[in-house]
């Protein structure tokens, strides 16, 4: 097996596995309010990072930090958005949150633009 | 009551809820690697806050919260529609908290190595996180006028 692939199905697995634990904190959790904190949580960093960090070593792994950063900007206009959006207008959560994800592409690459 | 955690609602995850957030959350992770690979680091690491569970966690809310009404019999769809906007304004919250936790990554990884850097921005995505939605809790209780006697 390739080193690549053999990459890409640890992360799978490692990334499969955080994103679905997070997934249970924000089901268990009460209020939604507090248990919508675990929808925004580092899965995806927490599960790549590591192997990158690995594989290309810290500095590489700090770039990709310094725009997830940027991301996360983009992930509050995208969240704050679509809470708006299901408040006011009260459409099937799958439509806005699937609908509204252009919000995400384009202020995280507006930023990158903006900062590169 | 401020937090509660009910274990039991584990149950009531079906199991293709589970397998959807597993491999979701697995190609996801694969297609931002692949990204950093093809694209670099400054564009793979956007990927890094690419909001990959909140889509399914919202429409799985509103579900679960739908079926709850149901239960009772009430029709539940606009209060499913309510709850995941509050969910959502959850995950608001928690993005300033993913963003403290990419900041402290890129100043500190270069200096003290991934064992030290790791559980410091956790700690420090956990606390912000909390510390945002106490503070956010205090300031809406106290912008409630008491109800005059």
């Not at chain 2, 009404?69 to 509050?86: E, L, Q």
């Not at chain 2, 402290?104 to 945002?132: C, D, K, N």
Request: aromatic share 14%.
């Amino acid at each position: 097996m390739s080193a690549e692939l053999s990459q890409s199905l640890a992360r799978f697995f490692i990334g499969g596995t955080i994103v679905s634990f997070f997934a249970v904190l924000a089901e268990m959790f009460r209020p939604k309010s507090f248990a919508g904190l675990f929808g925004a949580a580092p899965s995806i960093a927490l599960a790549t990072l590591g192997l990158t960090i690995a594989s290309e070593g810290p500095d590489y792994a700090a770039t990709e930090a310094r725009s997830m950063v940027l991301g996360a900007i983009a992930f509050f206009c995208y969240a704050a958005a679509t809470s708006w959006l299901l408040w006011r207008y009260k459409p099937p959560s799958l439509t806005a949150t699937l609908s509204l994800m252009p919000i995400w592409f384009g202020v995280s690459f507006a930023l990158w633009l903006a900062v590169r | 009551m401020l937090v509660g955690a009910r274990v039991s609602a584990i149950k009531g995850i079906k199991p293709h809820e589970w397998i959807f957030r597993f491999i979701f959350g697995g190609a996801v992770c694969v297609i931002a690697g692949l990204i950093a690979q093809h694209y670099g680091p400054v564009i793979g690491g956007l990927f890094l806050a690419f909001p990959a569970i909140f889509p399914a966690s919202a429409s799985l809310v509103e579900a679960h919260e739908k079926q709850h009404k149901a239960r009772a019999g009430y029709d539940g769809t606009n209060r499913g529609r309510t709850v995941a906007a509050i969910d959502g304004y959850g995950a608001a919250l928690g993005c300033v908290a993913l963003g403290s936790f990419a900041l402290v990554f890129e100043i500190w990884l270069p200096r003290f190595g991934p064992w030290v850097v790791f559980p410091l921005a956790t700690m420090v995505w956990l606390t912000v996180a909390i510390g945002l939605w106490l503070l956010r809790r205090r300031v809406v209780h106290k912008s409630r006028k008491p109800l005059a006697s």
